[in-house]
């Protein structure tokens, strides 16, 4: 049966990834380079180990893995956090992008690569691994250092540069070639798809999730994301992108809400178990012969990417001004390629544009960089501090006024107040545009997933089309109007600005603003008539719409204000939460300098570490190791400088300050797990009542001075005093013989305070 050689086929990749990720782990290796190794030995190429031999099933594996991981990686990325990045992280990925892409397109004929297959190899250059550099900055405790956070920043960044790539690769892949393939309106398609799904998304999910939060249970919440993620990776699918872009459209979603830290702590083990799927399935589709054939290539490669890539990195942070130390630090943290790579090799292969080695070159580029990375990482101190020390006079001296220019830029761009007073009504136009524009282009998907739900009737066989676009122009009205008013607010600014100090400017003022109105008044007609469909059955469309538009705007135009008013707040308050949470791309309220040789480092307690249920008191960390707790973040909740009365919990994140011999030995106290058994007597506990013996030492003390919650565990929830009941009973309340206490507690517990009764 087809579908029990799915579960066995299953059952071997799990036990394969969990045997070799212990081994890995053991070993110090990462464990995405045994992932794919181990997939390359059961795969089908590799008889007589081949444990899993049906290649339609491992493209199934791997698309199920490839959902499950875009969704986690999305969930690492939100608007919010792009906007703590800042600009300047995101002008140095798109300048590493670049040079990275045109050092491997430099590079390519060398290697053997032309034409389509050169620009899929620079794509696989252009985007790092976050999976691979997060988990070496926290191996090697760099975590929390300014070059380690610009490194995490970066990677993150590129995940968006990545999504980017696949949409143009897709693209060239459909249009059979890159002479045909239009690089501006295949971004502009993506950016309209992405504003409408997330515009969508962030009205209707965390309502969704808010309302499911009131009344379901965490597993109702669970099947419910999950539906959501799948279901939007198939829309993306219909509109002619990946099933990765829509889970990693809702995973972004998702981190704008408050309800991420609880989805994402329910989500963690399907998310390993199906990532590790992902990277065993894309080992099992690789031939070894091939990777044993195509070894010097893969070298080359390796070398290629092992220069351009921190070559590339060093050279975007110098043109944001970060130091020539850090700088080469970053580059060399931001080495290792991985899981994006995998996709995009694995589209040209599945799309005949490249060789089936390529698929083999990936994977060897993935292994050799995950491998230097650590080293790399480790050594980029040393590695740095010898490049500054030898950097020429010159260079040092135009590093320095290049700085100096930057800074004076960015207050000439503070002090700004055209700037200042337009940036946003920018913003929003652009949004507003984007979410307009998908609306209208993506109609005829929209259309198909509910034609069947539009009512039809055989003397009108066009009205389920008229129904829709009515309410898709009702839809997009809001935005329509919201546009215009910024237009127009934007040419009162300009016009005022641009008069201002004329001698006539009140009345050439007016006239400025006409023509600037005029202008954008025409160029929405030209935009408009760009993307609104003008064939088949739609033919009518373009009259349609400037009718609904001119009743709209004439019945509707001040709910229509009033309704995108609404929306902008919504869509601000969604993006504005939790803006001050600890996340390991912002850097934390207390960053420590170089000079004092401190180091912040973080660890995550481990489900059976024998320091959970203990205080920070009774831990002694201070004492034992010399190092302070910063902080402790629990269920996506920060909590600064915590008090010694602080008890820690399984999963709690410590955030760690001191030297890196003190931090790395608390951090080692703290992840100890002896494997002692602790047991819960919870669905036990019941409630007995317990009477006073003549003679019991308990006579004539009160509850606070017995503590019997202290003493035994058990909680007194009532007393009986000659028929006189006293309800939840206060400390100071004295105990007499012949009282009936009725206390709380486990069974065992109640039977050691009835032993002690009698004594």
């Not at 997060?134 to 540069?161: N, P």
């Not at 409408?196 to 965390?206: F, H, K, R, S, T």
Request: glycine share 10%; with cysteine; net charge positive.
């Amino acid at each position: 049966m087809q579908g029990i050689d799915f579960i066995k086929d299953l059952a071997v990749v799990m036990l394969v990834a969990g045997l070799v990720g212990w081994a890995c782990h053991r070993a110090g290796l990462s464990v995405i380079v045994g992932f794919l190794a181990a997939g390359m030995v059961i795969g089908p190429f590799t008889p007589p180990f081949s444990l899993v031999t049906d290649i339609g099933r491992i493209e199934t594996l791997a698309q199920v893995g490839l959902v499950f991981l875009m969704f986690s990686i999305g969930m690492k990325l939100s608007l919010r956090k792009l906007r703590r990045l800042g600009l300047s992280l995101l002008v140095a990925t798109a300048v590493t992008a670049l040079i990275v892409y045109n050092l491997s397109r430099l590079g390519s004929p060398l290697l053997g690569f032309s034409g389509e297959s050169a620009v899929f190899f620079g794509a696989l250059l252009i985007v790092s691994s976050s999976a691979i550099i997060s988990k070496v900055l926290q191996e090697t405790g760099l975590t929390h250092e300014k070059a380690g956070q610009m490194a995490m920043g970066i990677t993150v960044l590129e995940d968006v540069v990545a999504v980017i790539s696949l949409a143009l690769l897709n693209s060239v892949v459909l249009l059979g070639g890159m002479g045909e393939a239009r690089v501006g309106q295949t971004l502009g398609l993506l950016s309209a798809f992405v504003a409408l799904a997330g515009v969508i998304g962030l009205l209707l999910v965390p309502w969704l999730l808010r309302r499911l939060g009131e009344s379901a249970s965490e597993e109702l919440q669970t099947l419910m994301v999950a539906g959501l993620m799948l279901g939007l990776a198939l829309t993306a699918q219909k509109a002619g992108y990946s099933l990765a872009m829509g889970a990693f459209i809702l995973g972004s979603i998702i981190a704008e809400t408050p309800q991420r830290a609880q989805i994402d702590r329910v989500f963690e083990g399907a998310r390993d178990m199906f990532s590790a799927v992902f990277f065993v399935s894309i080992g099992m589709q690789i031939d070894v012969r091939l990777l044993g054939q195509s070894w010097l290539l893969v070298l080359g490669a390796s070398v290629l990417a092992m220069v351009a890539r921190p070559l590339g990195g060093t050279v975007a942070m110098l043109v944001t001004g970060v130091q020539l130390k850090d700088a080469v630090r970053v580059g060399l943290m931001i080495t290792p390629i991985g899981e994006f790579s995998f996709i995009i090799a694995q589209l040209g292969v599945t799309a005949g544009v490249v060789p089936a080695s390529f698929g083999a070159v990936a994977v060897g580029l993935s292994l050799l960089t995950a491998i230097a990375a650590p080293v790399l990482t480790r050594r980029s101190g040393v590695i740095s501090d010898w490049v500054a020390a030898r950097q020429p006079v010159w260079l040092e001296s135009w590093l320095g006024y290049y700085g100096r220019l930057l800074e004076r830029f960015q207050q000439i761009q503070k002090r700004s107040v055209l700037w200042q007073l337009s940036r946003k009504r920018v913003i929003q136009i652009t949004l507003e545009m984007l979410l307009v524009t998908g609306l209208f282009v993506f109609s005829d998907q929209m259309f198909s997933l509910v034609r069947d739900y539009l009512p039809v009737h055989s003397r009108y066989p066009s009205g389920a089309t008229v129904l829709f676009w009515s309410v898709l122009v009702l839809v997009a009205l809001a935005p329509l109007v919201a546009i215009w008013r910024n237009l127009s607010a934007l040419s009162l600014l300009y016009a005022q600005v641009s008069t201002q100090g004329h001698a006539k400017a009140a009345k050439l003022a007016p006239v400025v603003e006409t023509g600037l109105k005029i202008g954008a008044g025409l160029l929405l007609v030209l935009w408009l008539n760009a993307i609104l469909p003008i064939s088949g059955a739609a033919r009518w469309l373009p009259a349609a719409v400037l009718v609904v538009v001119l009743v709209g705007l004439y019945f509707l135009r001040s709910r229509l204000i009033y309704w995108h008013s609404m929306l902008e707040v919504e869509l601000q308050e969604r993006l504005t939460q939790g803006d001050h949470k600890f996340t390991g791309t912002t850097a934390p309220w207390m960053a420590p300098h170089g000079e004092w040789k401190l180091a912040l480092t973080d660890c995550m307690l481990p489900d059976l570490a024998d320091s959970r249920g203990r205080s920070l008191g009774e831990l002694a960390l201070r004492t034992k190791f010399g190092c302070t707790v910063a902080g402790v973040e629990r269920q996506g909740v920060m909590v600064g400088n915590p008090t010694g009365d602080m008890i820690l919990y399984p999963r709690d994140k410590v955030l760690l300050l001191g030297t890196a011999e003190q931090v790395a030995a608390g951090k080692e106290y703290l992840q100890r797990a002896s494997g002692a058994p602790v047991t819960s007597n919870f669905d036990e506990v019941r409630m007995e009542s317990l009477e006073i013996p003549v003679e019991s030492r308990l006579h004539g003390r009160t509850l606070a001075e017995v503590a019997l919650g202290k003493a035994y565990g058990l909680q007194v929830a009532g007393i009986n005093r000659a028929g006189h009941r006293i309800l939840n009973p206060r400390g100071d309340e004295k105990l007499c013989v012949g009282d009936s206490l009725l206390v709380l507690g486990s069974p065992d517990q109640i039977a050691t305070f009835k032993e002690s009764l009698r004594v």
